[in-house]
């Protein structure tokens, strides 16, 4: 079965200090891995996601995620954090076998102070 | 539309009482997805339609849940019977089709307070 873990329930970062919010994943067969945000008594909104190719992805607002099979890794990077930054971040997967839900972690709180 | 509605974006509810929590999807998006965010907690998947098959509701919570997908756009969940445990964001999601690395794309969720 699938499933994600992040092992951080709150990342607390400076303004303009590199930010990291990691994500660990289990899949059967190949994964697709999302990265979603949501702000304050608002859905989720999409931000980036790895298919296939690079390693490195780019998505929205500056953030970049690093996939690594070998440590079964997803992390989320940006290199300057904004205050505005401050959210819930979602690392999702799902496989390529099956049925195509997506399977959630329980969130990463980020800080980031001025 | 523009992207995913769902309404009513608040509701309050005595227990005991049904509500309907309604979700239009992004036009076009065969498949859509019902998931329920507790507070505090993470996202629980609640059930998937995609086209004209089958849905897969293996995440309802009880049978006092349910959905339905009328002519393949719109979609309801009715929950019977609310209990105080079933307060939560309610969130429905939309993807083209069941090809994996889709993007699934969230509405801004349907809060739901049962007292």
Redesign the interface.
């Known amino acids: 079965a699938q499933s994600v873990a992040q092992p951080e329930d709150q990342v607390n970062v400076a303004e303009g200090n590199p930010l990291t919010v990691k994500c660990t994943y289990s899949v059967s067969g190949?994964p697709?891995l999302?990265w979603?945000v949501q702000y304050p008594?608002?859905?989720?909104?999409?931000l980036l996601?790895y298919?296939?190719g690079d390693n490195l992805v780019k998505g929205s607002y500056g953030f970049e995620a690093e996939f690594n099979k070998s440590q079964t890794s997803f992390h989320l990077k940006k290199p300057s954090a904004l205050v505005s930054d401050s959210a819930l971040y979602?690392c999702a997967v799902?496989?390529?076998t099956g049925?195509?839900?997506?399977?959630?972690?329980?969130?990463t709180r980020l800080l980031v102070s001025p | 539309g523009a992207g995913v509605s769902q309404s009513p974006s608040n509701k309050v509810t005595e227990k005991g009482k049904d509500v309907e929590l309604r979700c239009d999807p992004i036009s076009g998006h065969t498949a859509l997805y019902w998931y329920r965010q507790s507070l505090g907690q993470g996202l629980e998947f609640l059930i998937y339609f995609q086209g004209n098959s089958a849905p897969d509701k293996s995440g309802l919570p009880s049978d006092r849940f349910s959905a339905e997908r009328t002519g393949g756009s719109v979609s309801t969940l009715t929950i019977q019977r609310t209990q105080q445990e079933d307060s939560a964001v309610y969130l429905c999601a939309s993807s083209s089709d069941t090809g994996g690395g889709n993007t699934i794309y969230f509405g801004e969720g349907s809060w739901l307070t049962v007292v």
Request: overall charge positive; hydrophobic content about 35%; aromatic content about 26%.
């Open positions: 190949n697709y999302f979603y008594n608002r859905g989720l909104q999409f996601k298919i296939t979602f799902r496989d390529d049925f195509q839900k997506l399977v959630f972690g329980t969130g």
